[in-house]
């Protein structure tokens, strides 16, 4: 999670070209022609001892003969050699390389692994930041960069576009040649062996020159440093994503390419998701996005991107109903719907159109319509509140002009948007047909209104922008600030894990599973585990019948399919013929099979409730996955469910319910009563905290989860261990609460107070914090007016990435009851720039909390923490000179002043002598 020295990749004040050459079509060739036509403004330093000079440039032997040290030094030569010259060149002190040669880690051989291990080591001991090998290169417009050999070369523009494959790099190359579309930075990463699509997400989120960004992606090398850098860019910025590899075919011929490992791609979509990013599915819809996000990088205000978790509602006007028809089949088939016009809305069109319109959505305003009739409709449809995008259509008539037509629209959603600037509308039109449609499509492109030239790529892109608004806004939304919390016995949960370990088993026993399920504060039916018949007959008595029977065996993880369920045992009679036969049964079913007994499990009455599943598998890449769905003994027929990365919360749990087809039934529906969702969410968040807590646990599944109205309850319950994990939350894709830093004090007036890392339900309260804070005292904490926090700006305070920033706060004892805060006594913000050795600290402590010691409590907690991170060697801060009482206690517990402007200074301490390579 570093940009160290990507400055030096992108913006160097010179380059040498190791391997340039004038055999026509060779790389070096290419290469050389393409840095001297690119417009680069500093030095070009050939390197080839077979030439003296080159395109009229003096060429040098080798590195050591170069006349200055290279910022970027860019290399095609033989894969033997790089180890050496990468060398050569960080001895003399640069600090960036493109590695264009192939023959690394993606040829499969020894050599090659071995040849990019020593790359990457030699990279590593001299701060070195290498791109490739086996990449394309790099270009960047704005300085004239075209360090590749790329037959062509983009415009200057804003979007930034980072590819794994340097053949698909051409192919959007090819593509944008003659369109109005320019790059800020055309990146291919080959085997991202050092520089990775988390390294350049970091550098282009803080790039001012990059508005948007694109990605093909084939694998991804670091998980968590990935997820993190995600999602901050997406915060700032679009980040869309197109990934290969999603069979098992594709993801081979993925991993060859690159030599990596390819994780499962439902979970790759819903690690996309979580990041806030879109995912695009191929080549096609790669090019619509980027001439969509072309469109967003302008001044169309109606493409604002900020909304609702929710479907958008899309009004369709159109002057013919058989296209209209292809438009709704294609965005109800993908999931999005079509808005219901409200009798308001449906009177208003009454007024202004023929009385043969349609009176439904699609708004059919027939085949005779000219500009007035468009015009009256889009303002109509634009100005219901029930709608909040609009699609126009226009198909070619002899008795209307489509110009005319065309510059109503435009004219029309130009005034809407100057009267209604703070609810913004997005619109997207289709002129069908070619000859007559270019001029129109010519106009919508100018007033940067997105257009296309069929119906489906329309519906395609109004999904495209409805899917990334939801992924944002479930970025930024805030859980809802309730009393639920996960209730676990961890003592309990570990020594029954560990038990399992112990005894070298990987599978817990029915009994055991359930137990553990219960320790996390999962519901579960009543079950004992028995070692024989009699034992069998006599637990069934104690629970109390009704009873099921099962078989308990580690080698039979399926029991219905050998006939190991029995239900509705009503005696002991009943208990003990069903024990007998099913010990004889699997033995001549599975005679390998080790049989230990049976669990006699209390009967559930279902009451009305549905089955449903919920699971964990463990991905070779991303860790730990949390699934739900409809559950029961065709779950795998039913194929009906959504995943979903941990740590989860309680709206992260409610999007997964909602994502599956299930969810409309656990609604409620004539006369079945709605299921209890807080319930079921809950019980998502209980799992994800369990697999949490034990990176053990590779494997569950609660199924059926009997869920309804009045709650849920686990039938069965499967887990499988393994001892070979990762501790301390490092299996995670995404960084967990830290509750390690919890800690208690005790202030000067003798009260307790919690001291811990800021969580999202603290939003509120922190909010209030805020709000409480006198203007002069907003003002030196903040250096200037600091307004009102809004959603957004919460949302990025309390959901912050623990992985590369932190907030203490300070507030009342939790006794247990585990509420959102009712008040924050302070807060102490600190927030670590990628690439930088400074992290830079803000105090804040309520006014009324004053002089108790919050603030020095605070800062050094920060201190302590700060020393456990090795790149931070500097934590700064800025204050006002007359803010004496935070100067005087900074200074006390260590920190150094230095004036920087006439009211200001700057605090600073050194938290490590040297920072780490």
């Known amino acids: 999670m570093t940009i160290r020295n990507l400055a030096s990749m992108f913006n160097p004040s010179s380059v040498a070209l190791v391997g340039a050459g004038t055999r026509v079509g060779s790389i070096g060739q290419v290469l050389m022609r393409n840095m001297l036509s690119g417009g680069f403004k500093g030095s070009i330093m050939p390197v080839n001892p077979k030439h003296t000079s080159l ?70 001991a001299h701060g070195m930041r290498i791109i490739g090998p086996n990449c394309l290169g790099i270009m960047v417009p704005h300085a004239g960069l075209n360090a590749s050999f790329s037959h062509l070369a983009p415009s200057a523009g804003s979007l930034a576009f980072v590819s794994q494959s340097g053949a698909l790099c051409t192919a959007v190359l090819d593509y944008i040649a003659g369109r109005d579309i320019g790059f800020s930075h055309f990146v291919s990463l080959g085997n991202s062996a050092d520089v990775d699509f988390g390294d350049m997400l970091d550098y282009l989120a803080g790039d001012d020159k990059t508005t948007a960004i694109l990605m093909y992606i084939e694998s991804i090398s670091s998980v968590r440093k990935f997820m993190s850098a995600a999602r901050a860019a997406a915060r700032n910025k679009p980040v869309i994503v197109i990934k290969s590899g999603r069979n098992k075919a594709g993801a081979k011929a993925a991993a060859s390419h690159t030599g990596a490992l390819i994780g499962s791609d439902a979970v790759y979509d819903v690690a996309f998701k979580r990041a806030g990013l879109l995912r695009v599915y191929g080549t096609e ?37 058989g296209p209209a028809v292809l438009a709704t089949d294609y965005l109800v088939e993908q999931g999005g719907t079509l808005a219901e016009l409200s009798s308001g809305t449906v009177a208003k069109l009454n007024s202004v159109l023929p009385k043969t319109w349609s009176h439904g959505n699609p708004v059919d305003i027939i085949g005779d319509a000219g500009g007035k009739r468009y015009n009256d409709a889009l303002a109509t449809v634009l100005a219901a509140p029930e709608i909040d995008a609009v699609f126009v259509m226009k198909c070619p008539t002899a008795v209307s002009d489509n110009m005319e037509v065309a510059k109503a629209v435009v004219t029309q959603v130009q005034s809407y948007t100057k009267s209604n600037p703070q609810t913004p509308k997005r619109l997207m039109t289709c002129w069908l047909g070619e000859a007559t449609a270019k001029e129109s499509r010519a106009l919508f492109a100018d007033a940067q209104i997105p257009t296309y030239d069929t119906p489906e790529k329309a519906m395609r892109a109004f999904l495209h922008i409805a899917e990334y608004r939801h992924n944002q806004a479930m970025l930024m939304e805030v859980p809802p600030a309730v009393c639920r919390s996960v209730e676990a016995d961890r003592d309990a949960a570990a020594a029954i894990v560990n038990k399992a370990l112990s005894a070298g088993r990987t599978e817990l026993f029915e009994d055991e599973a359930k137990h553990l399920m ?76 080790r049989l230990q007994g049976f669990t006699v499990q209390q009967m559930f009455a279902k009451r009305d409730g549905y089955e449903l599943i919920v699971g964990v598998s463990t991905d070779q890449q991303f860790g730990p996955v949390v699934m739900f769905g409809e559950g029961g003994v065709a779950v795998e027929v039913l194929d009906d469910k959504a995943l979903g990365l941990p740590p989860l919360n ?52 609660i199924n059926p989860l009997i869920a309804d109205s009045q709650g849920v309850m686990a039938l069965d319950a499967r887990v499988k261990l393994s001892a070979s994990v990762q501790q301390g939350g490092k299996h995670l894709a995404i960084c967990p609460y830290p509750e390690a830093l919890e800690e208690r004090t005790t202030l000067r007036d003798g009260r307790s107070a919690d001291l811990r890392p800021v ?52 507030l009342p004892v939790d006794e247990g009851n585990h509420c959102p805060p009712a008040e924050i006594f302070g807060c102490m913000l600190c927030t670590m720039h990628p690439g930088s050795s400074e992290a830079e600290f803000t105090l804040v402590v309520r006014p009324d909390m004053q002089g108790l010691g919050i603030g020095r409590t605070l800062t050094e907690k920060l201190v302590r923490y700060m020393k456990t991170k090795p790149q931070i060697s500097t934590l ?13 206690m900074v200074r006390d517990i260590g920190f150094s002043e230095q004036d920087i402007a006439p009211a200001m200074v700057r605090v600073s301490m050194k938290i490590q002598e040297k920072r780490a390579a």
């Open 759 to 810: 969580r999202p339900e603290d939003a509120d309260a922190l909010k209030d914090l805020i709000r409480k804070l006198p203007k002069e005292a907003l003002y030196q904490r903040f250096c200037g007016e600091y307004p009102a926090l809004s959603v957004e700006q919460i949302a990025r305070v309390t959901q912050i990435d623990y992985a590369r920033d932190m907030i203490f706060v300070a």
């Open 876 to 888: 700064a801060g800025y204050a006002f000179v007359g803010n004496t009482t935070l100067r005087e």
């Open 285 to 321: 819809e790669l090019f619509d996005a980027v001439e969509t996000l072309a469109r967003l990088a302008g001044t169309g205000p109606q493409l604002s991107l900020t909304g609702s978790s929710e479907l958008e509602q899309l009004a369709i006007i159109t002057n013919g109903g």
């Open 55 to 124: 395109e009229g440039l003096a060429c040098y032997p080798d590195v050591a003969s170069l006349p200055q040290v290279p910022d970027l030094a860019v290399l095609c030569i033989p894969p033997a050699v790089i180890p050496q010259t990468l060398l050569q060149l960080a001895q003399r002190g640069t600090r960036a390389a493109v590695v264009i040669s192939a023959g690394f880690a993606e040829s499969g051989e020894a050599e090659g692994k071995r040849l990019q291990e020593e790359m990457l080591k030699i990279a590593s």
């Open 650 to 701: 309680s709206l992260l749990a409610e999007d997964m319910v909602k994502r599956t087809r299930v969810y409309k039934r656990l609604k409620g529906f004539r006369d079945r009563k709605a299921v209890n969702m807080d319930a079921v969410t809950q019980v998502l968040v209980q799992v994800s905290q369990l697999v949490t807590d034990f990176p053990q646990v590779q494997e569950l599944d």
């Open 518 to 593: 219960a320790a996390y504060g999962i519901p579960i039916v009543k079950t004992l585990a028995v070692g024989g018949v009699d034992e069998a007959v006599q637990a069934a008595s104690r629970i109390g019948y009704p009873v099921a029977l099962k078989i308990l065996s580690p080698d039979i993880s399926h029991k219905s399919d050998v006939g190991g369920v029995i239900l509705n045992l009503a005696n002991d009679g009943e208990v003990r013929s069903a024990a007998e036969s099913m010990n004889k049964n699997i033995a001549k079913l599975r005679p390998k099979a």
